[in-house]
Nanobody
Framework: VQFVESGGGLVQPGGSLRLSCVYSGSGFGGKVVAWYRQAPGSQREAVAM???????TYDDSVKGRFIISRDNGKNTVFLQMNSLKPEDTAVYYC?????????WGQGTQVIVSA
């Protein structure tokens, strides 16, 4: 069982990206899922969290700029990232809450740079 992330890339400050994450296991709809990110030299942190049918929370650093959503029929979670800043540069992952070590995927790299 694993999450597989995609959609990252290089984007200029102020730009947008939409990340996707597909879950390969069962029971996806009943799980609380989060997007996490890890910047170079930093610990992995959760930035957005969603329950089956409603958003739970955003980290203050992304509030008002990022939108988390999910499609339970497709076992997929999305992260729409707008008004990107250089400090958003990181590898982005998704996992359940609390995170399960075996579920970590390879992540998707986001680089925000002019």
């Amino acid at each position: 069982v694993q999450f597989v992330e995609s959609g990252g890339g290089l984007v200029q400050p102020g730009g947008s990206l939409r990340l996707s994450c597909v879950y390969s296991g069962s029971g996806f709809g009943g799980k609380v899922v989060a997007w996490y990110r890890q910047a170079p030299g930093s610990q992995r942190e959760a930035v957005a969290m969603i329950a089956r049918d409603h958003i739970l929370t955003y980290d203050d650093s992304v509030k008002g700029r990022f939108i988390i959503s999910r499609d339970n029929g497709k076992n997929t979670v999305f992260l729409q990232m707008n008004s990107l800043k250089p400090e958003d540069t990181a590898v982005y992952y998704c996992n359940v809450v609390p995170a399960v070590d075996d579920y970590w995927g390879q992540g998707t790299q986001v680089i925000v740079s002019a």
